[in-house]
């Protein structure tokens, strides 16, 4: 029933709609703004910045993840960030969430990861309990930080080095 697959340069319509859809279940529509332009660029070309997994139930799109790597200097070991895991609401409590975690958890394993990790928002407490009863333990000590918007461009504009 449950078939969990790589996601391909025609997923991309499916995508922004699991965007999308999160972004309504977060209660933040207004902020995802990607386009399709914008996830064919960064995740499906010579260089993807991220990857996708889809679920599918009998055939039918259930839920998504996008993950990619970063490199914990301490570890000396790379480290897969979970961005956003969707599970759509007619598809839920039928293991595919849960699914979606063990599958990234083994790739995380064969890609010789350190760490797994993801965030979620602090009023979402079906998920903190559920991410907790899989062994995740909340980081309260670590905050992000986040620039975005004109003060980004504003702070790279500060530089006196040459960006790459």
Not at 3 to 26: G, K, M, Q, S
Not at 27 to 32: G, V
Not at 48 to 55: E, K, M, N, T
């Amino acid at each position: 029933m449950l078939n969990i697959r790589d996601a391909t340069v025609d997923d991309i319509p499916l995508i922004l709609e699991f965007i999308r859809d999160l972004a309504e279940y977060e209660k933040a529509p207004q902020e995802a703004v990607a386009t399709e332009e914008q996830l064919r660029r960064h995740g499906f070309s010579d260089r993807p910045r991220f990857q996708v997994l889809i679920a599918e139930w009998d055939g039918h799109p259930a839920g998504f993840a996008l993950f990619f790597y970063h490199f914990s200097t301490w570890l000396g070991r790379p480290t897969l960030f979970l961005e956003d895991l969707f599970v759509r609401p007619q598809f839920r409590r039928r293991g595919i969430g849960k699914a979606l975690l063990l599958f990234l958890a083994k790739v995380a394993v064969g890609e010789d990861c350190g760490r797994f990790e993801w965030q979620v928002l602090d009023w979402n407490t079906p998920a903190i309990d559920f991410y907790q009863s899989l062994g995740a333990r909340v980081l309260k000590e670590w905050l992000t930080m986040r620039v975005s918007g004109t003060a980004l461009e504003d702070l790279a504009a500060q530089g006196r080095v040459q960006a790459l």
